[in-house]
T-cell receptor, first 116, second 113 residues
């Protein structure tokens, strides 16, 4: 099984619909992140969570919300999907950094979301 | 101005060529400098990272950081078709911001046989 699992892999939804993207990890990492990737814009941070009780907005949080249900689970919701939220969405995890060897992020395989 | 700027390419080279991928950044607090490689339909994976200025070599790959000019480079020697991917630079400030990466736009590299 993958260390970071995202579901679904692909999703087509209609404008105005609510949709949830789910992420679960077996790395045992405290920190989890949601990014979206658009051609020419790279990866942009939507939300991040440094532990279960810590949720923070990223660069582009408008129109999104998140829930950290457990250390291993971090879901992203689009309350009312719009076409410009069509993108590739990635969940990632990392270890707590202070004093620990750095191993970077572990990314999931992504969810390709299309809003029509 | 974006915190991290990366030429998106695309870059197409013949097999065996030396490839140079570059980023510039504006945040002086960045201390850790990472390169991620992303194959098509996959999530990015950490390729290399360096701390502060200097060079780091790993096989055919060399990462170089010049903090005085805020310039990050990744060199690939003897490039192979399997190196075809998108390469993303990602600096990190460390401390309380540790782990909250800012990514460059990514450079699409194609190595043709």
């Amino acid at each position: 099984d993958a260390d970071v699992t995202q579901t679904p892999r692909n999703r087509i939804t209609k404008t105005g619909k609510r949709i949830m993207l789910e992420c679960s990890q077996t790395k045992g990492h405290d920190r989890m992140y949601w990014y979206r990737q658009d051609p020419g814009l790279g990866l942009r941070l939507i939300y991040y969570s440094f532990d279960v009780k810590d949720i923070n907005k990223g660069e582009i949080s408008d129109g999104y919300s998140v829930s950290r249900q457990a250390q291993a689970k971090f879901s992203l919701s689009l309350e009312s999907a719009i076409p410009n939220q069509t993108a590739l969405y990635f969940c990632a995890t990392s270890e707590h950094g202070t004093g620990a060897p750095f191993h970077g992020y572990t990314f999931g395989s992504g969810t390709r979301l299309t809003v029509v | 101005q974006k915190e991290v700027e990366q030429d998106p390419g695309p870059l197409s080279v013949p097999e065996g060529a030396i490839v140079s991928l570059n980023c510039t950044y504006s945040n002086s607090a960045f201390q850790y400098f990472m390169w991620y490689r992303q194959y098509s339909r996959k999530g990015p994976e950490l390729l290399m990272y360096t701390y502060s200025s200097g060079n780091k070599e790993d096989g055919r790959f060399t990462a170089q950081v010049d903090k005085s000019s805020k310039y990050i480079s990744l060199f690939i020697r003897d490039s192979q078709p399997s190196d075809s991917a998108t390469y993303l630079c990602a600096p990190d400030a460390g401390g309380t911001s540790y782990g909250k990466l800012t990514f460059g736009q990514g450079t699409i590299l194609t190595v043709h046989p």
